[in-house]
Every structure is written in C-alpha cells, then in structure tokens.
C-alpha cells in the first residue's frame, strides 16, 4: 500500500494530518513540559497548560506492541458487504509519544514501520502503519 494511492481522498478526520506534503500526523506539543500527545490537544494532558503547539510527528517509528482485532468495532463502522475481517493494532513509539494505531501486514514487537495512508470508503483516508526494513 503507498501513501500516493489514496492521498487523492479526504481524511477522515482533518484535525488527525499535518498539513504536510506528504502527510504526517499532527500531534501537539508543551512548551512547558515538553509532553507531546497524539491526536493534537487545546491543553497539555502532562501540566494542564495552554502552552500548546500542534506539531507533525515522524513518520517513522518501532511497533511498542501489537494485537489482532478478532470483532467489527462498534457504530458508526459500518461492516463492508464481504463481512468483517480481523486486522492488526498496536502502539507505534515515534520517540516522544506513543501512537495506537492499524498496522498493514505482519509485524513483531520492535519492528520499524512507517506511516500508510489507506483507504476508509471510495472518498476517504485514514492512517496504519506498514513494517519496513530498518
């Protein structure tokens, strides 16, 4: 899967993506207290201050951990006409935070992996993460 394939959709949410060419996601970081958090926040969740900057986040990581998700999440997903299938979660580290996320393919704890953009329906994107050779 490539980013250019679906870069030509909307995301689902604007407020996930930087506005970057090519896309990152958009975090926010504390100028006070230097916690960084993903999605992007108004107040730091660290000191509860308004010292807060939204920030592009690498788009490069490690697989901190990772599970198969066996069940349809709940509404507003809306099963596909082929049904259900399983998929892959985890936690990326990008280094400051850790990011929950969909993982394309196989994967092991420690792997490196890089940001995918992959389609959600025929006009938007969201975001996983693929493993990459380190």
Do not use: H
Not at 53 to 64: E, K, M, S, Y
Not at 70 to 82: N, V
Not at 101 to 122: C, K, T, Y
């Amino acid at each position: 899967m490539t980013n250019s394939a679906v870069v030509n959709g909307k995301p689902v949410d604007d407020e996930l993506f930087a506005r970057l060419d090519p896309p990152a996601l958009a975090g926010s970081g504390c100028a006070d207290c230097d916690v960084v958090v993903f999605p992007a926040a108004a107040r730091c969740p660290g000191c509860a201050g308004e010292n807060v900057a939204r920030q592009a986040l690498p788009t490069r990581g490690t697989v901190w951990t990772w599970t198969t998700q066996s069940f349809a999440p709940k509404p507003p997903y809306e099963k596909p006409a082929s049904g259900f299938e399983p998929f892959v979660v985890g936690y990326i580290d990008l280094g400051s935070v850790l990011v929950e996320s969909r993982i394309v393919g196989a994967v092991a704890i420690g792997d490196q992996v890089e940001l995918r953009l992959i389609p959600v329906n025929d006009t938007e994107f969201t975001f996983a993460f693929e493993r990459v050779a380190p």
